[in-house]
């Protein structure tokens, strides 16, 4: 099995950056991606980015593009989500996830994956 454990979380202004973190352990050899989502209250989980486990694939949800980027450290089984230019709609609990297949569609897989982080809340005030 696999657990995983957010940090990172916090409450920010408007323009500010948080970086969250997502630590790994159990059998993570079984991995090939690491994902962060999040969900606002009201609404339902969404994908944000995922990360191959080389670290060379990345993808990101259009609403993030250009100032959230993800990021491992596989020596520290650690995935990292660098979030800049937060905005009020940024507002929510994101959580780490992990998964044997591609990170490639990882967001079309939401409903479907079993490995989670027990979240970090993440508040941006305007």
């Known amino acids: 099995q696999v657990q995983l454990l957010e940090s990172g979380g916090g409450l920010v202004q408007a323009g500010g950056s948080l970086r969250l973190s997502c630590a790994a352990s159990?059998?993570?050899?079984?991995?090939?991606?690491w994902g962060w989502f999040r969900q606002a209250p009201g609404k339902e989980r969404e994908f944000v980015a995922a990360?191959?486990?080389?670290?060379?694939?990345?993808y990101y949800a259009d609403s993030v593009k250009g100032r959230f980027s993800i990021s491992r450290v596989n020596a520290k089984n650690t995935v990292y989500l660098q979030m800049n230019s937060l905005k009020p709609e940024d507002t929510a609990i994101y959580y780490c996830?992990?998964?044997?297949?591609?990170?490639?569609?990882?967001?079309?897989?939401?409903?479907?994956?079993?490995?989670w982080g027990q979240g970090t809340l993440v508040t941006v005030s305007s």
């Open positions: 996830a992990a998964d044997r297949l591609s990170a490639q569609g990882m967001g079309a897989r939401t409903r479907d994956l079993e490995v």
């Open positions: 159990g059998s993570i050899f079984s991995i090939n991606a």
């Open positions: 990360i191959s486990w080389s670290g060379f694939n990345t």
